[in-house]
């Protein structure tokens, strides 16, 4: 298959793409498309052949469902007449942005996209692009990360490509991802509220507005009921370790009593960042939650391209704004 690639860097252009994307989401096809968390692999939520389509490119477990996009209050009201409580307090806060809301099922989603359950997991992205194509196609687009399964999320067109040129008709080039990594996804079926997926909108904002901190939530139903629930996720190729470490001689050690080759070892650092000597290579990472969600997945994408064996992060601070990172961290090396 030809795959063709659409800059949206002039309005001429933005334009043009949105009317291709538009094209091939009505007719049935899968597309990849920009958001401000990571790109997203999209087909026409309430067709079930395109969604079928969306699991069979990426290779994809049946029982992981997908994230609804929306693009308005009216058309996630026209898909869930009966909305929790909590929605529209944290909709006025969060939205458009990367907060999923899982809310009850109204039997107008195609149960492929909910992985057979009885809850639908549903976000407004601000990105606006992906906010175009939703409006004018008049119709919600489930959209996982546009890459083969368990492989790292992508956040630039090149990361789409690597995976997915020759797979699909259409790949969007809307620029670098502003967030870096998927969005946090809130429970809103149980009471407390529970967090499925931490992200960027971490507990103690989500807590402003409902007034409580959420509790964090494990998978442990054979149905899930939201994306990012697998032990292993969001993983490069090469093997991910996380250490601390307050001196370069202590990270030297470890490196050596690890038994891991140096040479083929790159190392992600935020505070103690060590010499490139002997190693594959370092990267430093600003000491900022934000800054670092937004280089991650391209760091690791980098390592891969490179062939690294190993990639040795240094572990960030235990705060609530770190924890989505985190969370992608230990998935990664599970």
């Not at 594959?280 to 800054?291: F, T, Y």
Request: aromatic share 6%; charged share 15%; net charge neutral.
């Amino acid at each position: 298959m030809n795959t063709e690639i659409l800059s949206t860097h002039t309005p001429a252009m933005f334009r043009e793409a949105v009317v291709r994307a538009v094209h091939w989401l009505r007719s049935g096809a899968v597309v990849a498309l920009p958001t401000e968390t990571v790109y997203g692999l999209a087909a026409n939520a309430l067709d079930p052949a395109a969604v079928a389509r969306i699991y069979q490119i990426k290779g994809r477990p049946a029982h992981n469902p997908l994230i609804v996009h929306v693009a308005s209050h009216a058309m996630l009201e026209e898909l869930l007449p009966q909305l929790p409580p909590w929605v529209e307090k944290l909709s006025r806060a969060f939205w458009p942005g990367p907060l999923t809301m899982v809310l009850p099922q109204s039997g107008k989603i195609p149960g492929i996209v909910t992985a057979g359950g009885h809850t639908v997991a549903v976000r407004w992205p601000s990105h606006p692009f992906m906010q175009a194509v939703i409006l004018e196609c008049g119709f919600p687009l489930a959209a996982p990360s546009a890459n083969l399964s368990n492989q790292i999320s992508p956040t630039n067109a090149d990361h789409v490509c690597a995976h997915l040129k020759g797979l699909i008709p259409l790949i969007v080039d809307g620029g670098q991802s502003q967030v870096g990594i998927e969005s946090t996804v809130l429970d809103l079926t149980v009471s407390p509220p529970a967090i499925l997926r931490p992200g960027m909108i971490h507990a103690g904002s989500l807590a402003s507005v409902l007034g409580q901190v959420p509790q964090m939530e494990k998978a442990h139903n054979a149905i899930l009921k939201s994306p990012g629930q697998l032990t292993r996720h969001y993983s490069p190729k090469a093997k991910v370790h996380l250490w601390s470490w307050t001196r370069e001689s202590s990270l030297q050690q470890k490196l050596l009593t690890s038994g891991l080759d140096s040479s083929t070892t790159q190392i992600l650092a935020h505070t103690c960042i060590p010499l490139e000597a002997g190693l594959a290579g370092v990267s430093v990472i600003p000491h900022d939650a934000e800054a670092f969600a937004r280089a991650l997945y391209s760091e690791w994408h980098q390592c891969d391209a490179r062939g690294v064996r190993n990639i040795v992060v240094e572990t960030p601070p235990d705060t609530p704004e770190w924890a989505g990172i985190m969370d992608r961290l230990r998935r990664a090396a599970a």
